[in-house]
């Protein structure tokens, strides 16, 4: 395949795939101080919904993983964009009390599903697109969009809000799920993407007694732990403690996923240049686990913090830190797949990465009712210092050894 110009535009499109993914699943997060005023859900009932979403991501991540390896990037992505578009439309239509709580829940796991697709689909395009020295990178500009989106949504659906309810986001942003689908039925295709040697014969599951599976789980899941709390809770964090109301949360909100687009580049950019410096696939870059593990102790001291722009800074820096557990976890365990099953790996990183929020943030979202911030960020700080104990132990000596 000769590589030109063109062999970025399928993560380009990807990008915009994970930006549209992450408007929608951000949505309940930014709105969520009218929402819940609205609704009358708790802080736990409110953690609740997000883990339902968290679930079905979580199933969604492996399964859409190894059927896009098994059916093709264009007709798994078209399929899925369109299940999460409907999903997000239908948020609209959710009732108050406990109807708006069952509501929320299956447009929300409806929602996880569908998204599942995202990050294998990223992660499989930048491997079939690219050449290896640029596939760190590759992977950075189709997961950037997520960050991306993450800045843009409260610049984008507060207003909407503001004008005509937090309802007609929901509708604005499904719609645009829809206008994606012709895009990516251009794209995905020669000469932007190269079409599989050979279909598989048949569908590769997960094996969980494998060590590089596990190897995966601590050095994404854990890792990049602090993208769920951070993502979810900074806006009633921002209520709560300092008072901002939701009209001035758009202000500020749009700062830790900056810190997370930066990541990725950066992080991209770093991880090429030191995986080609590990010229068998029995080296493993430690070194940057154990800095990113450094990297991320601030986040425990955020309660300290009396400004709230402070606190952003903060935040800013640990969602930096929390793109480059992702994209050096995604990079190792590439060396220690084949590469026809690389849409598992990013499914698996990302859905095991989903069931550890949904088994924590309802606890989390309990410890913020009770105001106890203190012990909610020192736990969040701490799961990455476990993450990459066990990925230094698991991943001994062979990174590829099973």
Known sequence: MQYSTRMWAASIVMMVCSWLSYVDRQILATLSVVILADTGLSTERYTEVVSAFSIAYMI?????????????LRKGMLAAV??????????????QGTAAFLGLAAARALLGFGEGATFPGGFRTAMDS???????????????????GAIVTPFLVIPIAGLFGWRAAFLVTGTLGFAWLALWAKVA??????LPERKPVKIVWPNFFERRFWALVCGYSLGAFALGPILYLSSLYLNRVFGVSQDNL?????????????????????????????????????????LLTILQL???????????????????????????????????????????QSSMVAGLGAGTWSALVAVLLPLLGRWFDQQRYTE????????PVLGTAMWLWLTRPLVGNT
């Open 82 to 95: 369109a299940i999460w578009s409907a999903a997000s439309l239908s948020h609209s239509f959710v009732g």
């Open 298 to 340: 601030p986040l425990a001291a955020v309660t300290w913090i009396a400004s709230p722009a402070l606190v952003m800074i903060v935040f800013f820096w640990s969602m930096f830190v929390v793109a480059g557990f992702i994209v050096v976890a995604l990079r190792a365990a590439s060396r220690a797949y084949p590469a026809g």
């Open 130 to 148: 690219l050449p290896p020295n640029r596939q760190a990178r590759g992977i950075a500009i189709s997961y950037s969009g997520g960050s991306l």
């Open 189 to 194: 295709r020669p000469p932007y993407l190269r």
């Open 60 to 72: 969604g991540n492996p399964l859409w993983g190894s059927l896009l390896d098994y059916i093709g």
């Open 250 to 290: 758009k202000y500020y909100l749009w700062v830790p996923p900056a810190g997370w687009e930066a990541g990725y580049f950066f992080w991209g950019w770093a991880t090429d240049k030191a995986m080609a410096r590990y010229a068998s696939r029995e080296s493993r870059p430690a070194g940057l686990f154990v």
């Open 376 to 383: 909610t960020f020192l736990l969040v700080t701490l799961v």
